[in-house]
């Protein structure tokens, strides 16, 4: 397992396994705390899993967390999807940048995403599931949404959305999420 920098999100990384293929399918470490720790991030940290089941299309996010933030590791680990984070820190040297990647369950790829970023992604297969290790307990007090549909944000989906939940439909804009942060 091997780690990168995300040039275009300060603090984010993608953790690449190394599949071991053979007749039967493969094997792959999906979490490695020296790896982590070798980027200066605390493995002991992330003390709650979760997975999401998506059909073709549906569309979840943009979603963060209020206070102090929620880091977590998102992995795809069956079908495909389209990921976007946007850096939302604004003392972060990437403040505002966003950037898109493709996750599979064919290659293994964990992507940390820094508290202080917007999250959200579609699925491109049906199924797709997604996997999450979460530094925080989830508090619904604290989650913020913003419009998958920001022209600000331009974010080029590459499908329709053919379902999204009542929240993500109704999200305000980042222009108002940002104005009311400042409150």
Request: proline letters at 8%.
């Amino acid at each position: 397992m091997k780690a990168t920098e995300v040039p275009a999100i300060a603090g984010a990384f993608l953790f690449e396994s190394t599949p071991h293929a053979d007749e039967r399918g493969f094997f792959c470490r999906t979490f490695d705390a020296d790896v982590v720790r070798s980027v200066g991030l605390d493995p002991d940290a992330f003390i709650q899993d979760s997975v999401s089941r998506s059909v073709l299309g549906v569309l979840r996010g943009l979603h963060l967390r209020s206070g102090a933030g929620e880091a977590k590791l998102v992995r795809c680990s069956y079908g495909r999807i389209f990921d976007v984070v946007v850096d939302l820190r604004p003392d972060s040297p990437t403040y505002r940048n966003r950037e898109f990647f493709e996750l599979s369950g064919d290659t293994p790829t964990t992507l940390y995403i820094p508290a202080g970023c917007a999250h959200g992604f579609q699925a491109l297969t049906e199924p797709a599931d997604v996997t999450y290790r979460i530094d925080r307990p989830h508090d619904p007090a604290e989650d913020v949404t913003i419009a998958f549909d920001d022209p600000e944000l331009a974010i080029p989906w590459p499908l329709p959305a053919t379902s999204m939940s009542k929240r993500d439909q109704e999200a305000p804009s980042l222009a108002e999420v940002l104005k009311q942060r400042e409150k």
